[in-house]
């Protein structure tokens, strides 16, 4: 039951060592940010069927 116990907590500890500096340093829209350029110029590339 320890062994249980102990590797919940672990992994809870690991959950909240990840999430805490993504959420801190706002990792995630920096990534978006980041990634935003290559789509949209992906996007903007790709054939059209319907005019806008």
Excluded: C, Q
Aim: glycine share 2%.
């Amino acid at each position: 039951m320890k062994k249980i116990i102990k590797a919940l907590f672990l992994i809870a500890f690991g959950f909240l060592a990840i999430t805490v500096p993504i959420y801190w340093f706002n990792l995630d829209t920096k990534v978006v940010k980041l990634l935003e350029k290559p789509m949209m110029k992906h996007y903007d590339s790709m054939p059209r069927d319907n005019r806008l």
